[in-house]
Structure formats: C-alpha cells, structure tokens
Nanobody, 118 residues
Framework: QVQLVESGGGLVQAGGSLSLVCAVTGSTIRLVALGWDRQVPGEEREMVARIRAGGRIEYADSVKGRFTISRDYTKNTMSLQMDSLKPEDTAVYYC????????????WGQGTQVTVSS
C-alpha cells in the first residue's frame, strides 16, 4: 500500500517561507495524482497543488505564484515550497495521493500544521 508522511510545518510570519516534504513509500505505479491539500478546522479540505501522472501541475488560484510543488523520484519525496505566506494559508497540510485500480482510492498523510501570523 501507499504510505504518505509529511513534515516541515511550523509557525512563520506573513511574508515568510516554509518547505513541506512528503515521504512516499509503497508502490506508486498506479498513482494518477500526487499533491498537497489543506484544511482549516470546520471547513472543507482544499486542493493546494497537484502533479498528475503525465506531469501536469495544477495549483489553487490562491497559491499560484507563491507555492511550488515538485517531486524527487530518486528520494521518493514530494515537496511544497511555500513563499510569501499569508495568514489565510494557515491550515493543516496533507500529502494526498490518488490511486486507480479499477476504482479511485485516496491516500492521505497524517497532516502537518502550518501557521502564518499577521
């Protein structure tokens, strides 16, 4: 099975930067997408950035130009570089994988807290 473990969250001031890292283990051959989502308590989980199997990258409009997603296949990691952070970026960030094996299966990391102070 696919396992995702994220790290790198923390507390920063507005305008600062953080880099999140997701360690990916298990078979990834059937993953059709791998990316980052975030969730604020009481709100729906939101897609932040995603890399599709064909290499296409998608970003939420709210983070375009500020966040950069990348994947290192040699290290089996995926990163999210977050620059120019805003208070509204405060959330729990989750590594998210989508597998297709006849049906869609979602995999999630445990989450890492990102807090941006005003």
């Amino acid at each position: 099975q696919v396992q995702l473990v994220e790290s790198g969250g923390g507390l920063v001031q507005a305008g600062g930067s953080l880099s999140l890292v997701c360690a990916v283990t298990g078979s990834t051959i059937r993953l059709v997408a791998l990316g980052w989502d975030r969730q604020v308590p009481g709100e729906e989980r939101e897609m932040v950035a995603r890399i599709r199997a064909g290499g296409r990258i998608e970003y939420a409009d709210s983070v375009k130009g500020r966040f950069t997603i990348s994947r290192d296949y040699t290290k089996n990691t995926m990163s999210l570089q977050m620059d120019s952070l805003k208070p509204e970026d405060t959330a729990v960030y989750y590594c998210h994988g989508v597998e297709v094996a006849g049906a869609f299966t979602d995999y999630w990391g445990q989450g890492t807290q990102v807090t941006v102070s005003s």
